[in-house]
């Protein structure tokens, strides 16, 4: 097996997660903190890890409508995470708008912007249902590699 085969097949059981709140009312926020901290739900558990870099992450959970004040960061720091990257959006906020989907000041659905591979419904989703989608993206992603 060569070295660049190593890595690979180290890299595929532990991608890094990133999160981008895109204008969310921090529910979703709170819940992906819950996923992360609490050893009930240890999203750890599935092989990935939260990373404080875009340029580190392959796969990117997005929260919040999009809104217009945050809309071209968000969108930029999108950017900035490498393919193959897997998103995720957390909550019907992304998906639809949810409560503020008639809202002037928000931009959601945000597949408008950018390609979502796993949606996440909820407002905000429960813990068993945002491990379900990182598992689904996890899976997404390893087939990409
Ligand atoms: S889906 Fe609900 S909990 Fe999540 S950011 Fe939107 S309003 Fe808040």
Known sequence: MTILTNLKTIAARSPWLYRINSGSCNGCDVELATTALIPRWDVERLGCQYCGSPRHADIV?????????????????????????????????????????????????????????????????????????????????????
Not at 75 to 81: F, K, S, V
Not at 115 to 128: F, H, K, S, W
């Open 61 to 145: 959970l997005i929260t919040g409508p999009l809104t217009r004040h945050v809309r071209d960061a968000a969108l930029r720091l999108y950017e900035e995470i490498p393919d193959p990257k897997v998103t995720v959006a957390v909550g019907v906020c992304p998906i639809s708008g949810g409560i503020f989907r008639e809202s002037y000041a928000t931009c959601a659905p945000i597949d408008q912007f950018l390609p979502v591979d796993v949606n996440i419904p909820g407002c905000p989703p429960r813990p068993q249902a945002i491990l379900e989608g990182v598992a689904k993206a996890i899976a997404i992603w390893r087939e990409r590699l």
